[in-house]
């Protein structure tokens, strides 16, 4: 498997939309059994168009780096990268954020999501920053113990209940 890890560009925006619908789709499935997560996972009607317009402003930005995973001409993952201002009440004023991580359920366990890390990681130092995020959904395990391993560390717990 050829794979090439690049910058996202314009032109790449339709692929990238396709998969950030299978990472929504991913997520809605990890909350299947739960009618509360299911229902705080539903998309708005024009959830492509939003999504779109968001990539591109972060494709665009100083402030982000869309990353993709390109085997044999195909885009298989991507990565959005962001750095955000931190709450006015602490010194770290600007935190790196890892948006969205997502790579095609065929390709997965080949080292791209490290790839993508890797990548994030020398952009963000690069900028000056020294403190990283990332989310995950509560019910992926898999993923939380990747970032665990990549040295990320339980920092926040966001809870939330139906009113």
């Not at 997520?27 to 229902?39: F, G, M, V």
């Not at 939003?50 to 990353?67: C, P, Q, T």
């Not at 890390?117 to 995020?133: D, I, Q, R, T």
């Not at 019910?139 to 665990?148: E, F, G, V």
Request: glycine share 4%; charged share 30%; aromatic share 10%.
């Amino acid at each position: 498997m050829a794979l090439l890890i690049r910058k996202a560009k314009v032109s790449d925006i339709k692929f990238l939309v396709s998969l950030a619908k299978e990472l929504m789709d991913h997520n809605r499935q990890l909350a299947r059994n739960d009618i509360t997560r299911s229902e705080l996972l539903q998309p708005v009607d024009n959830v492509s168009s939003l999504w779109r317009r968001w990539a591109l402003k972060s494709i665009k930005s100083s402030n982000g780096l869309v990353l993709v995973a390109e085997s044999n001409g195909e885009i298989i993952g991507y990565s959005i990268n962001l750095i955000k201002e931190n709450v006015k009440v602490h010194k770290i004023r600007k935190i790196g954020h890892v948006s969205d991580l997502y790579v095609s359920q065929g390709y997965r366990n080949k080292g791209i999501a490290t790839k993508f890390m890797k990548e994030a990681l020398k952009w963000f130092k690069k900028k000056g920053l020294k403190y990283l995020s990332i989310a995950v959904h509560a019910k992926n395990t898999k993923a939380h113990k990747i970032y665990k391993r990549w040295g990320f560390f339980d920092y926040h717990t966001e809870m939330r209940r139906k009113i």
